[in-house]
């Protein structure tokens, strides 16, 4: 690239490292993640909310509701005694 700009950003070294590892095994770099990123923003094709994908714990506490199991509370105040409660 011969005309290209530089993005600077803060971020924990301990993630970045993290990152780095897992990207390198996929054959790709920071900057790879970076240019990939800013390309789809760019062409009105990014959505953050992709990246807010929720964890397999959420994601079978979902299933729970859905099946019918789990706790239903009429107000806050029961709610918080549930949730305070040791049962």
């Not at 009429?74 to 305070?84: G, K, P, Q, T």
Request: glycine share 4%; hydrophobic share 45%; aromatic share 2%.
């Amino acid at each position: 690239m011969t005309n290209c700009a530089r993005v600077s950003t803060r971020i924990d070294p301990a993630i970045l490292d993290a990152a780095a590892a897992n990207l390198k095994k996929m054959g790709l770099t920071i900057d790879d993640l970076v240019r990939m990123v800013m390309t789809h923003a760019a062409h009105d094709k990014l959505n953050p909310m992709d990246f807010m994908q929720p964890s397999e714990t959420t994601l079978a506490a979902m299933r729970e509701l859905e099946a019918g199991a789990g706790k239903s509370c009429d107000s806050v105040d029961e709610l918080m005694a549930e949730l305070n409660s040791d049962g």
